[in-house]
């Protein structure tokens, strides 16, 4: 069973960054892409990005595109998430999944709270 331990999230001002991780552990079979989503109150969870194992291809939401960096560390099955030029409105619980590409999604994490004061 895909067991998933993020870390990185925490308070920062606006214009700061942050840099959340997650390891996978567990998964008999790699997927084809381990990502983030995230999830404000009152509002539905929205895609932020993913990587590809293989070739490392990078997709992102629009509201982070430009300001959120994605990186895969194949030999730790580790994901990152560099998060630059943070807003307000970027604050929200993140979650990181095993298989982001596919629908439905694959396992989730527990979450990190980001909490972005302006």
């Known amino acids: 069973q895909v067991h998933l331990v993020e870390s990185g999230g925490g308070l920062v001002e606006a214009g700061g960054s942050l840099r959340l991780s997650c390891a996978e552990a567990?998964?008999?079979?790699?997927?084809?892409?381990m990502g983030w989503f995230r999830q404000a109150p009152g509002k539905e969870r929205e895609f932020v990005a993913a990587?590809?194992?293989?070739?490392?291809?990078?997709y992102y939401g629009d509201a982070v595109r430009g300001r959120f960096t994605i990186t895969a560390d194949d030999a730790n099955r580790t994901i990152y998430l560099q998060m630059n030029d943070l807003k307000p409105e970027d604050t929200a619980v993140y979650y990181c999944?095993?298989?982001?590409?596919?629908?439905?999604?694959?396992?989730w994490g527990q979450g990190t709270q980001v909490t972005v004061s302006s």
């Open positions: 999944n095993a298989d982001a590409l596919s629908s439905p999604p694959g396992a």
């Open positions: 567990g998964g008999r079979f790699r997927t084809y892409a």
């Open positions: 990587a590809t194992w293989t070739g490392h291809s990078q």
